[in-house]
């Protein structure tokens, strides 16, 4: 059934669909605000760069609650949550206070996210590859836009050298610096709040969340027809894991922490031209994920797959090389970087169905290790940003070969 038949034979679940694209927009503000805003956040708790990145894995906790409870109520419990928490950060006076409100906001947005892919495969089956797509894109889109709305707000370098002045002036000038970024912060949480209710009404109009045709049909037909032996099943479940953890690692601490480390960098680049940057950052990541809504009903998911890490390892290369001594580096490391990691999460889910049926309960399986990738991922690139690039060049040489030699593999077996 094609894309069109098939939203107009599911109407409700296409608005239910498109209302959690935008609760994942709000999601992706959320994920890209603490990043942008960094370093204000370090300056209004008075702390350290290393103890303030502390906050970060704090926000992969994450909750499979959606197999056991109606989806739906806890994807409004979790968005109306969330509304406060992320409208709070910026009036948290100790690092301790702003680790709890992270937390959580990071339990509920990792639910919205790994919550919101299963309900999406719940709902449309087999037929979800374009949905999750738009899903994901949904989210860049929201990371944009909170880093543009962040970028005026952000204090003057000027004022944030004056912070540290004495006790008494450090409250006032606090008190003055700190009303700039609880804007963006605020906006996001009305607009959390908004699409809530939204959602909500459309929840009391509509109750249903019965599953897609394709969820409730017999395994045993697509088990014999690809063959899934328990070896072969645990392999690819095995790879799917070690394959999202080291992707997670490239894509989120490298779009959070970026506008830290240019700032901090060789080249001693200002807070302005940091938002630029990871702004550009999102907004390929975004152009080329919305595009890939289309594409992949085209391209092949190994294929896909495979362009996606050829670019990622293209943006190492550039980076790596030359990101400490050439401004043009940084640029052109991060649009290819952007367009890289695009779509590789929903390529990879396009990638096991054709080996294996994925179930809720492997979805989770692979969201765990996403889980693991950030409390890793962002500590260590926190301690050393160019050994994080080198180990994703050898990662990413490691993953092209390995998801070439699958692909040749089953042509054979085809053929």
Not at 5 to 22: D, T
Not at 154 to 178: D, G, P
Not at 376 to 385: A, E
Request: positive net charge.
């Amino acid at each position: 059934m094609s894309l069109l038949q098939e939203i107009k034979k599911y109407k409700f679940n296409m608005l239910k669909s498109c209302i959690l694209y935008l609760i994942m927009f709000i999601v992706g503000m959320n994920g890209s605000l603490p990043g942008v805003t960094l370093l204000d956040l370090q300056k209004l708790v008075q702390t350290t760069l290393d103890k303030i990145t502390i906050i970060f894995p704090a926000t992969s906790i994450d909750g499979c609650l959606a197999r056991i409870f109606d989806a739906q109520i806890l994807i409004l419990f979790a968005a109306v949550t969330i509304s406060f928490s992320i409208a709070y950060v910026p009036w948290n006076i100790s690092l301790n206070s702003l680790c709890g409100n992270v937390i959580t906001n990071g339990f509920f947005s990792g639910f919205l996210i790994n919550g919101g892919n299963l309900w999406l495969l719940h709902l449309w089956g087999k037929e979800s590859p374009p949905f999750t797509q738009a899903f994901n894109f949904a989210y860049g889109f929201g990371a944009l836009f909170g880093s543009l709305i962040a970028q005026p707000f952000l204090m003057k370098e000027s004022k944030i050298a004056n912070v540290t002045v004495s006790s008494n002036s450090t409250s006032t000038k606090r008190n003055e610096t700190a009303t700039n970024i609880q804007y963006p912060y605020a906006i996001t949480g009305l607009l959390s709040l908004t699409i809530a209710i939204f959602f909500a009404v459309v929840y009391l109009i509509r109750r249903s969340n019965e599953p897609h045709p394709t969820v409730q049909k017999p395994a045993e037909s697509e088990t014999d027809k690809k063959d899934e032996s328990p070896f072969k099943y645990k392999l690819a479940i095995l790879f799917a894991c070690l394959f999202t953890f080291f992707y997670i690692g490239v894509e989120t601490p490298f779009g959070t922490l970026l506008p830290t480390y240019i700032v901090n960098s060789d080249l001693k680049l200002d807070k302005a031209t940091a938002a630029n940057m990871v702004s550009l950052f999102w907004a390929t990541f975004t152009f080329f994920r919305g595009l890939t809504i289309f594409i992949v009903c085209f391209l092949s998911s190994e294929t896909l797959l495979i362009t996606n890490l050829t670019l990622i390892m293209a943006s190492n290369f550039a980076l790596l090389a030359f990101s400490s001594s050439h401004e043009w580096a940084l640029w052109l490391g991060i649009v290819i970087m952007g367009a890289g990691t695009s779509s590789v999460f929903g390529a990879l889910f396009g990638f096991l169905q054709e080996f294996i049926v994925i179930s809720g309960n492997t979805s989770s399986l692979i969201l765990v290790s996403v889980c693991a990738s950030q409390r890793i991922f962002y500590q260590g690139t926190c301690k050393c940003f160019r050994v994080y690039l080198f180990l994703l060049r050898f990662y990413g040489l490691l993953a092209i070969f390995g998801a070439i030699n699958d692909k040749k593999k089953h042509r054979e077996t085809e053929d």
